[in-house]
């Protein structure tokens, strides 16, 4: 992959899954190809492999068959060590069900990705709050999860997702768990930030509205 502008390539994957001598075949030479920049939302119905091919993108799982180049590096051909470090520092995560850790304050929260790749943390506080600021949070600092509605700690966690400077932001399905009004708020922040620290988007959704707001829509295919 020499073209600097593709930031994903996905050729010909494919996913099983075993229980005992019963073989599931969740995904088929699936190929994607995702550009710099891009916002890209993923679409399909429930049950046909979208968080799974998030995870194979992001290198949380590995498929059964094809390749995935992320940045021209080939996922298959790293490390389990390489592999968690491309995902600390290139890779930010937005899931459904937030992951917000309840004993930690919201900055707090945020500055855990600094914290895990043992990065020197002066400075890394302003931009924990700086952050939180973008997303309309910055009243909000020292209030811990429980404290906070679930459109305000997705607005946290989008944050902790943008604390290490990724230049891909993977979210699965993280409007979910929200209403309608806070879903399409959650989406325009994560539109409007991506765009400015020019940002690729991977987004899972199932939400019509979610998709349109995207660059562009995928259309899983259907597993026969």
Known sequence: MSNPQVVIEAA?????????????????????????????????????????????LSGLDKASE??????GRELGRLSEKEKALIRNERIGFVFQFY????????????????????????????RAKFLLDRV???GRLTHYPGELSGGEQQRVALARALMNEPSILFCDEPTG?????????VTGLIKNLSAQENKTVIIVTH????????????RMPVQS
Request: hydrophobic share 40%; glycine share 10%; aromatic share 4%.
């Open 12 to 56: 010909g994957l494919g996913k099983v899954y075993w229980d005992g001598d019963r073989m599931l075949q969740v995904m088929k030479n699936i190929s994607l190809t995702v550009k710099k920049g891009e916002m890209v939302a993923v679409v399909g119905p429930s049950g046909c492999g979208k968080t799974t091919l998030l995870n194979i």
């Open 66 to 71: 094809g390749s995935v180049h992320l940045e």
């Open 99 to 126: 992951h917000l850790l309840p004993e930690f304050t919201a900055l707090e929260n945020v500055m855990l990705p600094a914290r895990m790749a043992k990065k020197d943390l002066a400075g890394k506080e302003e």
């Open 136 to 138: 309309g949070m910055s």
């Open 177 to 185: 768990n929200l209403d309608p009004e806070t879903a399409s708020e």
């Open 207 to 218: 939400d019509t509205d979610v998709a349109k707001m995207a660059t562009r829509t995928w």
